[in-house]
């Protein structure tokens, strides 16, 4: 496999940045240990960008075929006399969560109440060896790889993606492949979905508004606690009579808060909620549905509803055409398997694959023979991937780049 040679290398890292887990924007470390490595390839190297975001390029040097001859000024990206190669981006998350780690490891964090439970460690290891695999490789490689280390994936709704995007990370990238480590999942084996993967992950705030007034008499006042009852039910008919029964969206309301005696009707209820959609265009009339739904149903009864809509994540929506081509490129060396059903959490990557084709792939970590039942999943005090993955996860960045590139 391509990472025999890196292996050893890649665990060290590993276990190094699993030893010093820091916080989402806290990441200097890491980010310094990974633009000292990508510097020592002799890659293009950006420090600092959109927070402690580390970005190498890899000019490939096989570039007699791309693009197709003859180069005109129509050619793609033929502007001005220079020819732009194809860019593909690798991404890779550094942050950790604000957890206590308890697996025991010999390489367990060395800081209280942080923790790499979430195998960004693992992402940043894996994608630091495919960063030598193909620095070893740029005679065959017939265009440019771009590796990207992004920030804070675990500070939704900010993400370190946007101000990534911000600062023109993606301005010459043409397609992007990344990875998240999968305990449901055994080692060997790659989970990728074509389409929706993972869940938009949105906030509400409602404030209900009524009269008070003696429990006794509700006519002399506005219940805001009846009120916010038929705006929780209200909510729920938008997910059945509003969204198309083909698409997934879920409205919980996590949190309600009001009142202040049995025998009193308060004027003021609180709720507080989570919103999770998988289609972009459903997150987008989300805002609008909410809001109408819920300050209607209060009118109608003579209170109001202050409604807060705080997006986060967008929905994570693989491209078709570069899932397949991922799937294809690293058949021959593990097991493929193509996912059912998407996942409803959210992840950062969802930025970048909105703005270029892109795929997430999920990859097995459980150890062969691990039974699924009790084996500790993400942000999980006891998680810990199996290091026997790394070379399936250099194997599937370093496949799917090539196939990108060299198609
Ligand atoms: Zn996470
Ligand atoms: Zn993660």
């Not at 083909?246 to 009001?258: C, E, Q, R």
């Not at 399936?392 to 780049?401: D, K, P």
Request: hydrophobic fraction near 40%; glycine fraction near 12%; charged fraction near 20%.
């Amino acid at each position: 496999m391509y990472a025999d040679k890196v292996i050893e290398q890649v665990i060290g890292w590993r276990r190094d940045i699993h030893a010093h887990p820091e916080l989402s924007k806290h990441e200097e470390r890491t980010a310094s240990l990974v633009a000292g490595v990508l510097e020592g390839l002799g890659l293009e190297v950006r420090r600092n960008v959109g927070g402690n975001g580390v970005v190498g390029l890899l000019k490939g040097l096989r570039r007699g075929s791309h693009p197709p001859a003859p180069a005109t000024p129509e050619t793609r990206g033929d502007l001005g006399g220079s020819i732009k190669y194809k860019t593909v981006g690798l991404r890779a998350d550094m942050d950790a969560l604000p957890l206590n780690e308890d697996t025991g490891l010999p390489f367990a964090s060395q800081t209280p109440g942080v923790m790499h439970a979430c195998g960004h460690d693992a992402h940043t290891a894996m994608l630091l060896g495919t960063a030598c695999v193909l620095a070893g490789m740029r005679d065959e490689l017939k265009g440019n790889v771009k590796f990207i280390f992004q920030p804070a994936e675990e500070l939704n709704p900010e993400g370190g993606a946007p101000g990534m995007i911000r600062e023109g990370v993606l301005d010459d990238v043409e397609g992007m492949f990344a990875l998240h480590v999968w305990p449901a999942c055994e080692t060997g084996k790659i989970a990728i979905r074509s389409g929706s993967v993972m869940a938009a992950s949105d906030r509400i705030f409602l404030t209900v508004r009524g009269r008070s007034a003696h429990g006794s008499r509700p006519d002399q006042g506005v219940d805001a606690i009846v009120i916010a009852a038929n705006v929780i039910t209200g909510l729920q008919s938008i997910i059945s009579r509003s969204v198309s029964p083909l698409d997934s969206a879920v409205v919980t309301i996590g949190t309600i808060h009001g009142g202040y005696r049995y025998n009193v009707i308060p004027d003021c209820v609180k709720l507080e909620g989570t919103v999770r959609t998988l289609n972009p265009s459903v997150q987008d009339r989300m805002p609008e549905m909410i809001t109408r739904t819920a300050r209607g149903i209060a009118e109608a009864m003579g209170g109001t509803c202050e409604v807060e809509y705080v997006r986060g994540y967008p929905p994570l929506v693989n491209d078709a055409e570069l899932a397949g081509a991922a799937r294809e490129a690293v058949k021959d060396s593990m097991e493929v398997i193509i996912p059912e059903q998407p996942d409803l959490t959210a992840e950062d990557f969802a930025f970048f694959a909105r703005e270029r084709p892109a795929v997430m792939a999920w990859l097995g970590c459980r150890a062969e023979g691990m039974p699924l039942e009790g084996a500790p999943m993400l942000h999980n005090t006891k998680f810990c991937p199996d290091e026997g993955c790394f070379a399936y996860g250099i194997e599937y960045f370093v496949r799917s780049a090539l196939a990108f590139l060299n198609k």
